[in-house]
C-alpha cells in the first residue's frame, strides 16, 4: 500500500510539473512590492463563456465548454494546446466569465470557430494588473483572504489604483492537491494621477 501511495505522490508531481510547463500569457514586471507585483500583460487571445453559479462550481460547467473547444469541438475539428491560467472574473449578479488564454502560436483570424455557441473568441489588448500569487485549494474563503490583501496593496499604494474587476487565475488542473495549486489575482490598474 505504501508503494501505491508513493507512485502516486511521483505521478502528481509530474502532473503539477507538466501544468507549470504550459504556455502562459507574457507580461513584464514594472514594479515589485513586499507580496505582490505590478505586471504589463502584452495584448492576447482568449477563448471564454459566461457562466452563472456559485463562485467555487462555475469553473467546472465553464471547462466542459472551453475544453470541448480545444479539444476539437469547433468547426474544423481542431485540437488547440492547453494553457494556463485558467481565468475566472464576474459575480454571481451577472454571472462569471471563465477563459482560457489561446496559445500566442494563432493569430486572431487563424482560430477555429466554436461550434458550442456559448464560447466565444476575444482578441484583448494588454493591460497592467496588480497581482498577487498565492498556494492552495479553489475555496472562495481563500480567494477572498488573497483578494482584501491585494486591495488593501493598492489602498496604501503611492502609484497605484485599482482599475477594473478582479481576475481569479489557476494554474494547475484539478487533479493537482490544493496544498500545491498556484493561484493568482489580478487586478486592472491604472497610475494614480492619470
Known amino acids: ?21 504550459l504556455e502562459q ?3 513584464a514586471v514594472v514594479e515589485e512590492h513586499e507580496g505582490w507585483e505590478v505586471r504589463h500583460y502584452e495584448p492576447y487571445i482568449a477563448a471564454r463563456t459566461r ?4 463562485f467555487e462550481q462555475v469553473g467546472n460547467q465553464a471547462f466542459k465548454r472551453l475544453g470541448g473547444y480545444i479539444f476539437g469541438d469547433n468547426a474544423q475539428d481542431q485540437k488547440i494546446a492547453m ?8 459575480n454571481p449578479d451577472d454571472g462569471y466569465w471563465v477563459s482560457f488564454f489561446m496559445p500566442a502560436e494563432h493569430a486572431l483570424e487563424a482560430l477555429p470557430t ?21 498556494r492552495g485549494g ?11 490583501r491585494l486591495m488593501t496593496a ?18 494547475n488542473p484539478p487533479i493537482t492537491p490544493s496544498f500545491l495549486r498556484t493561484n493568482e489575482i489580478l487586478i486592472p490598474v491604472e497610475r494614480l494621477g492619470s
Do not use: C
Open 1 to 21: 500500500m505504501k508503494m501505491k501511495t508513493f507512485f502516486g505522490l511521483i505521478l502528481t508531481l509530474v502532473w503539477v510539473e507538466a501544468a507549470v510547463a
Open 154 to 171: 493598492l489602498a496604501e499604494s503611492e502609484n497605484w489604483k485599482p482599475a477594473g474587476e478582479p481576475i481569479w487565475a489557476r494554474y
Open 51 to 54: 457562466v452563472t453559479g456559485a
Open 114 to 134: 466554436p461550434s458550442n455557441g456559448t464560447v466565444e473568441i476575444r482578441a484583448l489588448e494588454g493591460q497592467t494588473f496588480a497581482a498577487v500569487r498565492y
Open 138 to 148: 479553489w475555496r472562495e474563503k481563500l480567494y477572498q483572504k488573497h483578494l482584501d
Open 83 to 90: 494553457t494556463a491560467p485558467v481565468t475566472q472574473s464576474g
Open 25 to 27: 500569457p507574457e507580461y
